[in-house]
């Protein structure tokens, strides 16, 4: 389901949003980790690893997940995938000095559009907007009035990730400075403190503030 979700839904769309021939970024699904480092045989900084990304030879700028409208309401899924997004993010910010990244959730056709950033050493994560892509012709018409603020998450997106001079103004620092440098990566929260948040046996009648209505 997933696999047929994003070849026959997904991939048409979030190509041709997010292909730049100018920037030479490209959008590829992809079930491999992004952050090795080959050259220096180092290990990889997270071993998760995104449904799809947004990249080119040196770096990603982009990642996705995707999630079949089934799981819509199981709260524990979609927000332990929100939250690899939100590794990935940092994660590239940190490896490839960008300013700047973004994220994309896809629950079915509904998408959801996030821009990671770090502000004084805060990697912060900022939903830009969620819509609904059409999945037919006769769909297209309902799709109208949104345009507007797809715009908007574009224009966002490709001015702030895609552009030349998005890098981080904090200086650069190798693995042997990491403790020295306050603005560099910190760490994120680690396995056994994600596990107890995401426990089975927590209350999930609770109201998710992170919910949106998928049809």
């Known amino acids: 389901m997933e696999n047929q979700l994003c070849t026959r839904y997904l ?19 992809t079930n491999t980790i992004n952050f090795t480092n080959n050259e220096n045989d180092h290990l990889p900084t997270t071993k998760n ?6 990249e080119d030879a040196r770096k990603t700028i982009g990642f996705i997940e995707v ?3 089934h799981h819509a309401t199981n709260h524990r899924k979609i927000n332990v995938d929100l939250y690899r997004l939100g590794v990935f993010g940092r994660t590239s910010l940190s490896k ?9 959730m896809a629950i079915g056709t509904n998408l959801k559009f ?9 990697f912060m994560m ?16 309902q ?3 949104y345009f507007d603020r797809l715009y908007n998450i574009l224009a966002t997106i490709h001015t702030n990730c895609y552009a030349k001079d998005n890098v981080s103004n904090a200086t650069t620092t190798t693995s042997t ?20 948040i995401t426990e089975r046996t927590v209350d999930r009648g609770r109201y998710n503030c992170f919910y949106h209505p998928c049809h």
């Open 177 to 196: 400075s990491t403790s020295t440098n306050t603005n560099s990566n910190d760490s994120t929260l680690e396995p056994k403190v994600l596990k107890a």
């Open 126 to 141: 900022t939903e830009l907007d969620h819509l609904r892509i059409p999945t037919a012709l006769d769909e297209l018409p």
């Open 96 to 104: 490839y000095g960008l300013d700047k990244s973004f994220q994309i």
């Open 143 to 145: 799709f109208v009035p």
């Open 11 to 29: 991939q048409p769309v979030l190509q041709c949003l997010f292909d730049s021939e100018e920037e030479n970024m490209m959008f590829k699904w």
């Open 49 to 54: 690893r995104p449904d799809g990304c947004i």
């Open 67 to 69: 999630k079949t409208i």
């Open 114 to 122: 996030y821009i990671c950033q770090n502000v004084d050493g805060i």
